[in-house]
């Protein structure tokens, strides 16, 4: 690999570190002041994504260009911003795809891109890369591409065909904040994009069940990222646009990316990130509405301001503040009861629901099937275990369910 091609993935790679839509929560903190080279999550240009059958793999993410006509405030990449550029060929990013997959260091590729020139002429060199992939090379390996809103109704029509998944950044939680922070940008046309992309992942999945064999390759799901933090946007306002956007879009998934500090930045940005433990809940917040039946209401409800607990999980919280729903008798609650107890996963209730047919299960069962009791006991009811006194006092249950505080060092 010559040594503009490596000058090129240092900076590409860590200008795509930024874009969630393919890692997990938790990765180590994300930062642009002061980055001076190879910063991705987890190492050169290697995130993890899943694949529609569950499987994690590993892809080689990096921008094709972070050369950029948009001027977003909360932009690393912006037009305006004073970082070191650098732009791939489409040759150059089949090269390296293929380099990295035949040397096992990879299973697929992330690409997304700063938009040079207009948003056609972007996604077709994306959609160039792609289809180079699979045609003239017969790549197996998986592929998300990011799609560009903007783009022709054909261009995203063949990013599907070539890609397993697609993604659109919805960017922030709200119109009027994307307006104040990124006004070349509009809410409509991304969400006309994610609109014209339902329609085609559902009628390809429609073709592959009516004639598997017949039916053309389309992406099997789409997903987005929101930025967290950058505007004044609560954790219900966040939530709402997320249960819209599943509801609406029948999105794969909303990811959340804590704003990152970023040179030079625009005084309508906050001066400081917000604490990464907000985009931990927001996670957990939405593993409850997809999973688990629980409304956006009752997660972040206005008189907790909208906000989410920092201190204690979601699920939590929400007992906390509904005392009178327990404790759930784990042998007669139906699902949707036990599914919203603190400490019961979906694995644990499923074994759960199995076990209590061929007996009445004691708090020592509920540890072999996977329980922390430690977590469950002041909610449940068993045929030796019965903690109304516990609920009875709900100031002292939560002091003892929350972490103590961090106190400041005096050095």
Same mark, same amino acid.
């Not at 697609?166 to 960017?171: K, R």
């Not at 009445?360 to 006991?377: P, Y």
């Not at 068993?382 to 109304?388: E, G, K, S, Y």
């Given at each position: 690999?010559?040594?503009?091609?490596?000058?090129?993935?240092?900076?590409? *790679?860590?200008?795509?570190?930024?874009?969630?839509?393919? *890692?997990?929560?938790?990765?180590?903190?994300?930062?642009?002041?002061?980055?001076? /080279?190879?910063?991705?999550?987890?190492?050169?240009?290697?995130?993890?994504?899943?694949? @529609?059958?569950?499987?994690? #793999?590993?892809?080689? $993410?990096? %921008?094709?260009?972070?050369?950029?006509?948009?001027?977003? &405030?909360?932009?690393?990449?912006?037009?305006?911003?004073?970082?070191?550029?650098?732009?791939?060929?489409?040759?150059?990013?089949? $090269?390296?795809?293929?380099? =990295?997959?035949?040397?096992?260091?990879?299973? /697929?590729? =992330?690409?997304?891109? /700063?938009?040079?020139?207009?948003?056609?002429?972007?996604?077709?060199?994306?959609? !160039?890369?792609?289809?180079?992939?699979?045609?003239?090379?017969?790549?197996?390996?998986?592929?998300?591409?990011?799609?560009?809103? !903007? +783009?022709?109704?054909?261009?995203?029509?063949?990013?599907?065909?070539?890609?397993?998944?697609?993604?659109?950044?919805?960017?922030?939680?709200?119109?009027? &904040?994307?307006?104040?922070?990124? @006004? !070349?940008?509009?809410?409509?046309?991304?969400?006309?994009?994610?609109?014209?992309?339902?329609?085609?992942?559902?009628?390809?999945?429609?073709?592959?069940?009516?004639?598997?064999?017949?039916?053309?390759? =389309?992406?099997?799901?789409?997903?987005?990222?929101?930025?967290?933090?950058?505007? /004044? +946007?609560?954790?219900?306002?966040?939530?709402?646009?997320?249960?819209?956007?599943?509801g609406n879009y029948r999105l794969r998934r909303v990811y959340y990316s804590a704003f990152s500090p970023i040179p030079d930045a625009s005084i309508a940005l906050p001066s400081k990130a917000p604490p990464l433990v907000r985009e931990h809940r927001l996670y957990q917040a939405d593993w409850l509405m997809r999973f688990y039946g629980f409304e956006v209401g009752e997660i972040a409800p206005q008189e907790a301001?909208?906000?989410?607990?920092?201190?204690?999980?979601? $699920?939590?919280?929400?007992?906390?503040?509904?005392?009178?729903?327990?404790?759930?008798?784990?042998?007669?609650? @139906?699902? !949707?009861?036990?599914?919203? #107890?603190?400490?019961?996963?979906?694995?644990?209730? $499923?074994?759960? %629901?199995?076990?209590?047919?061929?007996?009445?299960?004691?708090?020592?069962? %509920?540890?072999?099937?996977?329980?922390?009791?430690?977590? #469950?006991?002041?909610?449940?009811?068993?045929?030796?275990?019965?903690?109304?006194?516990?609920?009875?006092?709900?100031?002292?249950?939560?002091?003892?369910?929350?972490?103590?505080?961090?106190?400041?060092?005096? =050095?």
């Amino acid at each position: 690999m010559s040594e503009r091609l490596i000058e090129k993935l240092s900076i590409l *790679a860590d200008a795509a570190k930024y874009d969630a839509s393919c *890692a997990s929560s938790g990765a180590i903190k994300r930062n642009s002041l002061g980055t001076g /080279g190879i910063g991705s999550t987890e190492g050169m240009g290697i995130c993890h994504s899943y694949t @529609p059958d569950g499987r994690c #793999v590993s892809l080689l $993410k990096i %921008l094709l260009t972070n050369f950029c006509v948009y001027d977003c &405030a909360y932009c690393i990449n912006r037009r305006s911003s004073d970082v070191r550029r650098a732009r791939f060929t489409p040759q150059e990013v089949v $090269k390296l795809t293929l380099d =990295f997959y035949r040397r096992n260091y990879i299973e /697929g590729l =992330f690409l997304c891109s /700063g938009i040079v020139r207009n948003g056609d002429y972007t996604m077709e060199q994306l959609v !160039e890369v792609a289809r180079s992939l699979r045609e003239d090379h017969d790549f197996r390996g998986y592929i998300h591409l990011k799609t560009i809103p !903007e +783009a022709s109704p054909e261009l995203l029509a063949q990013a599907g065909r070539y890609a397993d998944r697609l993604s659109i950044n919805i960017e922030l939680p709200t119109e009027v &904040a994307l307006t104040t922070l990124a @006004p !070349e940008k509009s809410a409509s046309s991304i969400r006309g994009a994610m609109g014209q992309l339902r329609w085609r992942i559902e009628e390809a999945k429609e073709d592959r069940a009516n004639a598997p064999s017949r039916a053309p390759a =389309f992406a099997t799901s789409q997903s987005t990222q929101m930025i967290v933090g950058a505007d /004044g +946007a609560d954790d219900r306002a966040i939530l709402d646009t997320s249960a819209n956007l599943y509801g609406n879009y029948r999105l794969r998934r909303v990811y959340y990316s804590a704003f990152s500090p970023i040179p030079d930045a625009s005084i309508a940005l906050p001066s400081k990130a917000p604490p990464l433990v907000r985009e931990h809940r927001l996670y957990q917040a939405d593993w409850l509405m997809r999973f688990y039946g629980f409304e956006v209401g009752e997660i972040a409800p206005q008189e907790a301001g909208g906000m989410l607990d920092l201190d204690i999980d979601p $699920k939590t919280a929400w007992a906390l503040r509904n005392p009178e729903a327990f404790p759930i008798d784990i042998n007669t609650a @139906p699902k !949707e009861r036990l599914l919203r #107890v603190p400490g019961l996963g979906m694995k644990t209730v $499923k074994r759960l %629901l199995t076990s209590r047919r061929f007996a009445r299960l004691r708090l020592d069962d %509920l540890a072999r099937l996977g329980a922390s009791l430690r977590k #469950v006991m002041p909610w449940v009811q068993t045929v030796d275990h019965h903690p109304r006194s516990l609920l009875d006092r709900p100031d002292q249950l939560r002091a003892r369910l929350a972490p103590p505080p961090v106190q400041p060092s005096l =050095f």
